[in-house]
């Protein structure tokens, strides 16, 4: 059975350095938990059993397979494994090694912006990990298409078999967006255990035929070369037969018992079944009948080989078994295992690690260093270019014309079609969006761009038929997903990557439907946490989305938005506060150290524009960009407004701040009318970004002498009563009392929406004017 594609000292090397990841991996979990100071007592973690399960796939990937250019996604609990490989070759200090989930040290998963050695993909949430190469990939295509060159190669992801429970996972495969991507390598390694059984039933065959379904390659590495020997055998094919036939279960138990008993349970009376095993002795019977093709190194390397001979996305489902190596391999519940001491003594000795050298790599005088030190040259050894875009190829403004009445979802529309004019940010601009381009003000760019596809697609509708000129090809620049918002912040995600994984920077912006961002929002989080740059635009949003019904309308999507790090998150209310904050957004993208990705929440609501001007007028235009970008500013004052409120009565008028953002800005005006008809000196604050304010009130909270919101409420107004208005849930504003001790009356909306005209849901939900201008006087009366 041998290959003599592989020469048995190739594979002695590979057999050394897999032992040593092995040892290093426990190790590294072992000293987490058992040898560090540990000053409460409590268990820190680590997965030596998921770990030990794909020691022999990292290693026959990193010291045979790949080569410069790919990325690699590990699963989640294999991370001690992979950054024992990563030791190895010479791309982690040792020191880290003893540091395992330590503040500062090694991450619990791989994280890209946590962790000390180069991360291609973060994992941790199981499922997007999995995913995320795949859509890379299809970032890879849209990059050689448009620029000719990338930095990348293939993409490969290690999953593991519960993996595929996530919906995600198939939310992916199923798009109609990824069904002409290339260089995708997916190894599944199913050890058919979760985290606290076996798995009754894996049906490989089942997830075969759904990979095949969607155009992959499928592949399968079962068995190792001992037992395709036993199965070559006269009558062997019985053995193949009972292996097949039980369940993981019995196997799982069987792996573990001793030769002499379990050679009558694996038998179970089968008179051909005992000749074939009749030369293997009962030592050899347990590891043989464990000689699964995902430890067999001769074996695995062979498929590997075959996947990696067509561009092909491919699926390799390798049979392995959960904590391979170590004395609780196969246990039911060893996902949470941990080697105790003796455990770990007898592990170094059967791993021939002298004592002394625990933490030792190879010398480098030695086969297995001189393998380590080809892989990393191979691997590492060209620097990859920095993939950067010049910010000043963003204008600070696009001088759209003016519109009396709009919406900003519109005034979003429209300035993406003014952007499809500037060749050179428009050639660094990619759209997407789950099947609601036309719905979120789209098609203008659309008809400019084309729709990206890998290949030309014939067009069969007449311009008389739609407003959309559905233009599909290579040279497309917005991509169409299907009905999946958690495709669409993954393909979001990989896009804000698209200079760090293939050397070319771009500016992505996605649209969804604002109450959805929920359903994408573990993608959304995942990217966020990448370090990814894109910007998104929620619309149409809040009960404003009226006839729609609660089912369509989001209250809690600003808290998602104020809460998620690395994220600025802005409510316009008027276009030409879109205008500047999208153009900000974009110079945030081009920031590849420092940029955030930019959350923009938008409406369908058309708004009058004279009040924005009027304060344009009045500040200038640099000045009022510069609050808008801050977070907010003065939209009304009763200074300006009715001066002769100050005299009215001894001490002035009583003063309250009227704090809106976004589409409720109208109602608030429509109040701080009524007031001061009512002798109340009201003021309006239009906040285009709590989130931003909220920052700098964190960032000098307890300074002396700070003033973080200085030019948004004056020193004389700092203890009046604020009623804060949202389109949400009350709660997102309600924070702004304590920036200076003043009283707060948080509006918004604190019950499931239903159908019915806008006007009755805001007197409905109390964000109308009337009750706004009420509670004011409330406010000031107490």
């Known amino acids: 059975m041998d290959d003599p594609a592989y020469a048995s000292d190739e594979l002695a090397v590979l057999n050394a350095i897999q032992r040593r990841v092995l040892w290093l991996t426990t190790n590294i979990v072992d000293h987490a938990n058992h040898v560090r100071p540990n000053p409460d007592g409590t268990k820190v973690g680590g997965h030596q059993a998921s770990s030990a399960s794909v020691v022999t796939l990292l290693t026959a990937l990193y010291f045979h397979y790949l080569r410069a ?17 990563q030791y190895l070759l010479g791309r982690l200090p040792a020191r880290y090694l003893h540091e395992l989930r330590a503040f500062g040290g090694l991450q619990a998963y791989p994280s890209r912006t946590k962790d000390p050695d180069a991360v291609d993909f973060s994992t941790g949430s199981v499922g997007l ?36 429970d996530e919906g995600n996972v198939w ?112 030592e050899q019977l347990p590891s043989v009948l464990a000689n699964l093709a995902g430890h067999d190194l001769q074996e695995l390397l062979s498929v590997l080989d075959e996947a990696g001979s067509t561009p092909q996305p491919t699926v390799l489902f390798a049979y392995t078994i959960k904590g391979w190596g170590l004395p609780i391999a196969g246990h039911p519940l060893n996902h949470s295992m941990l080697l105790n001491h003796e455990q770990m003594a007898a592990l170094q000795v059967s791993l021939n690690v002298p004592p002394g050298d625990e933490w030792s790599g190879f010398a480098s005088d030695s086969a297995e260093g001189r393998a380590c030190a080809a892989a990393a040259e191979r691997l590492y050894g060209a620097a990859e270019p920095k993939a950067t875009l010049d910010p000043a190829l963003v204008p600070t403004a696009l001088d759209l014309p003016a519109i009396e009445i709009t919406s900003t979802q519109e005034v979003f529309g429209r300035s993406l079609v003014r952007l499809a004019d500037l060749p050179a940010l428009r050639a660094r601009i990619v759209t997407c969006s789950p099947d609601v381009s036309v719905s979120t003000n789209l098609a203008g760019w659309i008809n400019k761009t084309g729709v990206y596809t890998g290949q030309e697609r014939a067009d069969f509708e007449t311009e008389a038929q739609r407003l959309l000129n559905w233009r599909r090809g290579p040279n497309g620049q917005h991509i169409e997903l299907g009905i999946s918002e958690m495709n669409l912040f993954a393909l979001l995600g990989m896009l804000g990557l698209s200079a760090e994984l293939c050397g070319q920077a771009l500016i992505p912006i996605g649209t969804v439907y604002d109450p959805f961002v929920c359903r994408g929002l573990d993608a959304l989080i995942y990217a966020v946490y990448s370090g990814s740059k894109f910007i998104f635009a929620g619309t149409p949003s809040g009960i404003t989305l009226s006839p729609e019904g609660g089912a369509h309308q989001s209250i809690i999507t600003p808290s998602i938005g104020a809460e998620l790090p690395q994220l600025h998150t802005f409510e316009p209310c008027y276009g030409r506060e879109v205008e500047w904050v999208l153009l900000e957004a974009m110079r945030e993208c081009c920031d590849r150290a420092h940029g955030r990705s930019t959350y923009l929440r938008l409406s369908t609501r058309p708004v009058d524009q004279k009040p924005f001007r009027a304060v344009q007028q009045r500040l200038g235009e640099a000045e009022l960009r510069r609050q808008v970008l801050a977070g907010g500013y003065r939209l009304a004052e009763w200074s300006l407004e009715h001066p ?77 009563p604020l009623v804060t208005v949202h389109d949400a849930a009350p709660h997102s504003l309600a924070w702004l009392g304590s920036v200076y001790g003043a009283p707060a009356t948080a509006l918004g909306v604190e019950h499931y929406g239903q159908s019915g005209a806008r006007d009755d849901l805001y007197h409905y939900y109390g964000v109308d004017a009337a009750n706004i201008a009420e509670m004011a006087l409330r406010a000031v009366d107490q």
Not at 70 to 84: L, N, T
């Open 129 to 164: 990990g999995a995913v995320a190469p795949v859509f890379a990939a299809l970032v890879q295509g849209f990059v050689n298409d448009h620029f000719g060159t990338n930095s990348s190669r293939r993409f490969v992801a290690v999953i593991g078999d519960a993996e595929l």
């Open 69 to 85: 250019g790919d990325r690699v996604s590990i699963k989640p609990h294999a991370s001690p494994a992979f950054h024992a490989i």
């Open 644 to 720: 002769e409120l100050a005299g009215l009565r001894p001490g002035g008028a009583p003063v309250v701040n009227l704090v809106v953002t976004g589409t409720m800005v109208p109602e608030a005006l429509q109040a701080a009318v009524y007031l001061w008809d009512e002798g109340v000196a009201a003021n309006v604050l239009n906040l285009t970004s709590p989130q931003r304010l909220f920052e700098a009130w964190r960032t000098v909270d307890g300074a002396r002498g700070a003033d973080p919101l200085g030019w948004l409420i004056h020193p004389g107004e700092r203890r009046a």
């Open 171 to 282: 939310e992916a495969l199923l798009d109609e967006a990824l069904s002409e991507v290339r260089n995708v390598l997916w190894v599944v390694d199913l050890n058919r255990q979760s985290l606290d059984r076996v798995i009754p039933g894996v049906k490989a065959a089942r997830l075969r035929r759904l990979f095949a379904d969607n155009g992959w390659r499928v592949l399968e590495a079962k068995y190792g070369r001992q037992l395709q020997a036993l199965f070559a055998l006269p009558d062997g094919e019985c053995l193949r037969q009972r292996i097949d036939d039980m369940s993981n279960e019995e196997y799982q138990a069987l792996i573990r018992l001793p030769g002499v008993d379990l050679r009558p349970r694996l038998v179970a009376g089968s008179a051909p079944l005992a000749v074939v095993l009749q030369d293997v002795s009962d």
